[in-house]
């Protein structure tokens, strides 16, 4: 089955992004090197509708982001984006618009000022999966690891975060 | 004249997997009908039915975001280069909806 692994430092990232962002939508890529499915660098990406309800990557701020991770042969592993008075689920407009069959498409829920929602999902030719999200940290033990997993079952994968 | 076009993953089913290809046109318009011819398929996923720019791409000639330079009508000239993206947006807002703001 699949499934996003992802490092807690990372994660933070996002979240703290998000936040910052609220009530706007934040977006971002998080990028790594092709084929490994392992995300490494955050990048923070402006959203160029400065929203509540819509998100989308500044397209100079996009080629020049793309450009890099061509040069470092590094590809999306995660796109993320903020919703911030609904649920961590795509909205159709996600699904539409959704153009990177490989990547871990992670949603974050703010409207909860107190819990943060992060779910992550495949979107392929319209099809969304929902897959479970585990925390991975090579500084930590790896018998550790095991508490930081959530989401053993793809439909009710709910990661809480206290702010 | 040629010019080279690079080719995002999703579309790369069309380009029988490669990363790039030689197209050739003065204008981007020009291009994908010369592509369209080589790869059938491409133009339909980047061209609306009513003739204009997909809004799940972004087209890049050089370092400019074609939205800019015209559109399909964005002249090209030999050793250009042609960078084709995914858009990537969405939110929680209906596209219907939005569609409907934005008067399309």
């Known amino acids: 089955m699949a499934v996003l692994s992802i490092s807690q430092a990372i994660l933070d990232g996002i979240v703290a992004h998000a936040r910052r962002d609220h009530p706007d939508e934040a977006c971002g890529v998080v990028t790594g090197p092709i084929g490994a499915d392992e995300p490494t660098r955050l990048i923070e990406m402006q959203n160029a509708a400065r929203s509540m309800t819509f998100y989308e990557f500044d397209s100079m701020e996009y080629l020049k982001v793309w450009r890099e991770m061509d040069d470092r042969d590094e590809e999306p592993v995660v796109i993320y984006h903020s919703h911030t008075a609904t649920e961590a689920y795509p909205s159709r407009t996600d699904v539409s618009f959704a153009g990177w069959p490989e990547a871990h498409y992670l949603l974050v829920s703010t409207r909860d000022p107190e819990t943060t929602e992060i779910r992550s999902y495949r979107i392929v030719d319209g099809v969304v999966t929902e897959e479970p999200v585990r925390i991975v940290d090579a500084k930590v033990d790896p018998m550790a690891v095991q508490s930081y997993m959530f989401g053993q079952s793809p439909t009710t994968v709910d990661y809480e975060c206290r702010s | ?104």
Do not use: C, Q, W
């Open chain 2, 1 to 104: 004249m040629a010019i080279e076009v690079r080719i995002p993953t999703i579309l790369r089913s069309y380009t029988g997997g490669s990363k790039t290809v030689d197209g050739a046109g003065d204008s981007l318009g020009g291009l994908l009908s010369d592509l369209d011819g080589k790869y059938p398929g491409l133009r339909g996923r980047l061209v609306t039915e009513e003739g204009g720019l997909h809004r799940f791409v972004n087209v890049y000639v050089n370092d400019e975001d074609v939205r800019f330079l015209g559109s399909l009508e964005a002249k090209l000239s030999d050793g250009d280069t042609v960078t084709i993206l995914p858009a990537v947006a969405g939110g929680a807002f209906g596209f219907a909806a939005l569609a409907a703001l934005a008067g399309r």
